[in-house]
Each structure stands twice: as structure tokens, then as C-alpha cells.
């Protein structure tokens, strides 16, 4: 299991191409980008410059790990659970952008998320619309060396795939190899607390792993560097290790708001969780 860094803790402080930079100073492996403005959206940056952004990484000797997604709390103009058809086929054109954009950059993953439902519609019609669109933008990875990593949310940010067993029933409808599942750990410590149980149930569609801590709060989307909440990270790697996972552990903390030193908490997430593993 190697450590990547998403671009995604650095959006308030500086450009992508500062925060790769700053990624490699401090020891990390890979980077995964956070696929929309004001860093890697695919809107920005064109081929040529995506070629550009590629040398950098490979000059810094970083691995590319994979693309976050904008959705959720943080992009509410992205959601294929929205009532308003235009909302859902911008969301579907952009996912699809995104996976030209890995293509395009050399990434091996693209995240998925599903969005809120609002008011007058129903669970079994935001379902419906989501797996329309999941089938659209599977469509497009399908003869691509690209992987689609479907996320849950924690409820203040969906009310679609929330657990591991909606997500687990979406990629059985879904039926393609192209689909599989992400554990992001701060949402999974509020929707299903037990990790042994979360890792153990999805282990052979795991490829990807988010790392961030909370207390479990149920109070907003909060990811704070591993150490700093509740969860058991010494248990968790174990179990990851002992279901055979040797994917990547990405990095994904963020205050949005809060002025932090985004540097010393990466830094700080990285100590830590390569002495958890030296343990392991």
C-alpha cells in the first residue's frame, strides 16, 4: 500500500501545479487530482497542457493514483439524482469528460458519486436516474484502461448511495467489470462505523481507499487528518492487509473555510500513517 495526496486540501491555498510540487517535497508517492476548477477540470486544461501537467508529475517522480471527482456538498451543480434533466445530463457530460481527462494524463481511476435528491422526488426515481447515467458513463470507459470507483456520501450530502450495500446493489445492476468501489473512511465512520465489517464486505470490488478522520459526526462532510478522530487506523490497515487490498491509500483531508496549514497536516497524515504501516 503506497500513500497518495489529493490536490483537493490545497484549493484554497495554492494552484495545482504549486500543490504538485508541494506533494513531492513532502515524501508522497502519487497525487490524485481533484478533477474541477480551480485545479485539474477538464474545462482548463486542454491537450496540450494536460501533456504539460503529465511531465510535471513524472519529473517530481510521482505516480498519478487517480481523479476526485466535484459533487456532493462542494459541487451541488453536479448530481445525477437531480430532479432537472439539464442538471443530470451536464453531471453525465462532465463525468465523461473527466474520463478523457484520465486518459488523457495517465490516471487509472475516476471516482463516482450519486448527489442529493430534492423535494418531490422519490427514491426509486432517483435510483432509476442515477443508474442511467452510471450506465452512460461506464459506456464510456469501456475499452479504456480506466476504472470507475463508485463513492458513497454521507447523508448530509446524498440520500441516493449512502452505504456500502447501496453501492454494492448500484454495481450489481450496473453489471460491468468497469465498475468497482472506494472506501472513503471519515464518510464510512458516520453511515457504518464498523471498518472490519465495511472492508471485509467489499473486499474483492475494492480498488481504491480514502483516508481522513472524524469523530462520526453527523453534522457536515468533515475530514481531518488520520489520528485526529476516533477511528482505529493500526485495525483498519490490518484489514486491509489481511483481505489482500495493496491499492493506495489517498490522502483526502480538507477544511473548507477554516484557514489551516494544509502543508503540516499532509505532512502530519504522512508520519503517521507510514508508522501505522511500518507497525503492520
Given at each position: 500500500?503506497?500513500?497518495?495526496?489529493?490536490?483537493?486540501?490545497?484549493?484554497?491555498?495554492?494552484?495545482?501545479?504549486?500543490?504538485?510540487?508541494?506533494?513531492?517535497?513532502?515524501?508522497?508517492?502519487?497525487?490524485?487530482?481533484?478533477?474541477?476548477?480551480?485545479?485539474?477540470?477538464?474545462?482548463?486544461?486542454?491537450?496540450?497542457?494536460?501533456?504539460?501537467l503529465?511531465?510535471?508529475?513524472?519529473?517530481?517522480?510521482?505516480?498519478?493514483?487517480?481523479l476526485?471527482?466535484?459533487?456532493?456538498?462542494?459541487?451541488?451543480?453536479?448530481?445525477?439524482?437531480?430532479a432537472?434533466?439539464?442538471?443530470?445530463?451536464?453531471?453525465?457530460?462532465?463525468?465523461?469528460?473527466?474520463?478523457?481527462?484520465?486518459?488523457?494524463?495517465?490516471?487509472?481511476?475516476?471516482?463516482?458519486?450519486?448527489g442529493?435528491?430534492?423535494?418531490g422526488?422519490?427514491?426509486?426515481?432517483?435510483?432509476?436516474?442515477?443508474?442511467?447515467?452510471?450506465?452512460?458513463?461506464?459506456?464510456?470507459?469501456?475499452?479504456?484502461?480506466?476504472?470507475?470507483?463508485l463513492?458513497?456520501?454521507?447523508?448530509?450530502?446524498?440520500n441516493?448511495?449512502?452505504?456500502l450495500?447501496?453501492?454494492?446493489?448500484?454495481?450489481?445492476?450496473?453489471?460491468?467489470?468497469?465498475?468497482?468501489?472506494?472506501?472513503?473512511?471519515?464518510?464510512?465512520?458516520?453511515?457504518?462505523?464498523?471498518?472490519?465489517?465495511?472492508?471485509?464486505?467489499v473486499?474483492?470490488?475494492?480498488?481504491?481507499v480514502?483516508?481522513?478522520d472524524?469523530?462520526?459526526?453527523?453534522?457536515?462532510?468533515?475530514?481531518?487528518?488520520?489520528?485526529?478522530?476516533?477511528?482505529?487506523?493500526?485495525?483498519?490497515?490490518?484489514?486491509?492487509?489481511?483481505?489482500?487490498?495493496?491499492?493506495?491509500l489517498?490522502?483526502?483531508?480538507?477544511s473548507i473555510?477554516?484557514?489551516?496549514?494544509?502543508?503540516?497536516?499532509?505532512?502530519?497524515?504522512?508520519?503517521?500513517?507510514?508508522?501505522?504501516?511500518?507497525?503492520?
Amino acid at each position: 500500500m503506497k500513500l497518495s495526496f489529493c490536490t483537493m486540501g490545497y484549493l484554497e491555498y495554492a494552484t495545482c501545479e504549486e500543490t504538485i510540487r508541494r506533494i513531492a517535497k513532502l515524501g508522497y508517492k502519487a497525487v490524485d487530482f481533484w478533477a474541477y476548477s480551480p485545479h485539474l477540470g477538464p474545462d482548463l486544461y486542454n491537450k496540450d497542457e494536460r501533456k504539460t501537467l503529465r511531465k510535471l508529475v513524472d519529473s517530481l517522480n510521482l505516480e498519478i493514483s487517480g481523479l476526485s471527482v466535484c459533487g456532493g456538498a462542494l459541487g451541488l451543480q453536479l448530481n445525477l439524482s437531480h430532479a432537472n434533466p439539464k442538471v443530470r445530463m451536464s453531471t453525465i457530460q462532465y463525468y465523461k469528460d473527466c474520463v478523457q481527462l484520465a486518459i488523457d494524463i495517465g490516471a487509472p481511476l475516476v471516482n463516482i458519486i450519486s448527489g442529493m435528491r430534492v423535494y418531490g422526488t422519490t427514491f426509486e426515481q432517483a435510483w432509476k436516474w442515477n443508474k442511467e447515467g452510471i450506465d452512460e458513463v461506464v459506456e464510456a470507459v469501456e475499452g479504456t484502461d480506466i476504472t470507475l470507483a463508485l463513492h458513497t456520501l454521507t447523508p448530509c450530502e446524498s440520500n441516493v448511495i449512502v452505504t456500502l450495500d447501496d453501492a454494492l446493489r448500484m454495481m450489481n445492476e450496473v453489471k460491468s467489470k468497469k465498475l468497482k468501489l472506494t472506501i472513503d473512511t471519515a464518510d464510512q465512520n458516520v453511515t457504518e462505523p464498523n471498518l472490519y465489517s465495511a472492508v471485509k464486505k467489499v473486499a474483492k470490488d475494492l480498488v481504491y481507499v480514502h483516508v481522513n478522520d472524524n469523530g462520526g459526526e453527523r453534522r457536515g462532510d468533515i475530514h481531518l487528518p488520520p489520528g485526529r478522530g476516533n477511528i482505529n487506523w493500526e485495525f483498519f490497515i490490518k484489514t486491509l492487509k489481511e483481505v489482500g487490498y495493496d491499492g493506495y491509500l489517498l490522502v483526502q483531508i480538507h477544511s473548507i473555510g477554516n484557514p489551516i496549514d494544509i502543508d503540516s497536516w499532509a505532512y502530519e497524515s504522512k508520519q503517521y500513517l507510514e508508522k501505522i504501516l511500518s507497525k503492520v
